[in-house]
């Protein structure tokens, strides 16, 4: 606990697919004995993330401990959901020492942060630093570079991108309210991308801001925990697109939950789930598929076009294999048309 008395917890921001959750599971399996609670926020119809984290088999982090809210992007239902349910893991009878708290892709961290400022939770928790996690290859192929200019002459990599696009304002909200940036998945870039990469996130800051750069979310935890920022009472350090505003919404955005029947070859479905990204609009396809005669779950995950697949734990004995896969697009993205390119 820190030294006013108040639980701190730590904010991990980021857009789809960043390696966010991978991050977290780094940051628990490297606690150095502290509790550790997880707040996950999914968009969408399927509790991936969290599912995911309680699968990983960390030793002393249990079912408990990861809390889920899979009800709306978690700035947009702070009173419904976020506040009791925080409220309830600081009510625990031995309550955690620190808390994650994993955001959608598509929150506005603000927001967020703002809310710690509630006289429910004020006393008791602070907000000791804000994370934001970059998916390094993704800013080095053209997507959200601050420089227009830039951007149009890398539009070959993502042709939805557009600089006026709600996306980007996402992106840059995410950087400015950051404490730490960790520039993900450096292992897939060359030292030119990630000078470069780097120098795109350093014009976004509003000010001095340490990046981390690594690869699968291996970040020191000591550079990430006990970072006493005190967030929540520095907000106007934290500058947003949204600062006028006292709310928001994603009607820019649509997600649906496909059910998917257990498959023969994995190598078969991501080619149904490559053409399924293919489709105008799809942003992000993620999920679990069973695969016949495995015992353990298919785990898919794509961002844009580029895709990934592996196993991360056996079914649990009478559990239902229902495969599903949320598709998060924009707004009247075709979802019969994903859905045809899923069924194969």
Known sequence: ??????IPCTVLTGFLGAGKTTLVRHLVENAGGRRIAVLVNEFGDLGFDGSFLEGCGIEGCTAEDIVELPNGCICCTVA?????????LLDRANPPEHILIETSGLALPKPLVTAFNWPAIRSRVTVDGVVAVVDGPAVASGLFAHDPEKL???RAADGSVDHDNPLEEVFED???CADVVVLNKVDAMTVDERRRVVADIREHLPRAVEIIEVAHGKADPAALIGLAAAAEGDLAARPSHHDAE???DHDDFDSVAIPVAAVESPEALMRRVAK????????????FVEVTGKPMRLVVQGVGTRLTQSYDRPWKPGEARAGSLVVIGLHDFDRDAV??????
Not at 1 to 6: N, P, R, T, V
Not at 276 to 287: D, N, S
């Open 339 to 344: 859905a045809d390119a899923l069924a194969g």
């Open 174 to 176: 995410q950087l400015a």
């Open 80 to 88: 419904d959901d976020f506040v009791p349910a925080l409220t309830k």
């Open 276 to 287: 399924a990204a293919e489709v105008e609009g799809v942003l992000r396809i993620k999920g």
């Open 152 to 154: 149009a002459a890398q």
């Open 1 to 6: 606990m820190s030294d006013l008395g108040k």
């Open 246 to 248: 006292h709310e928001h």
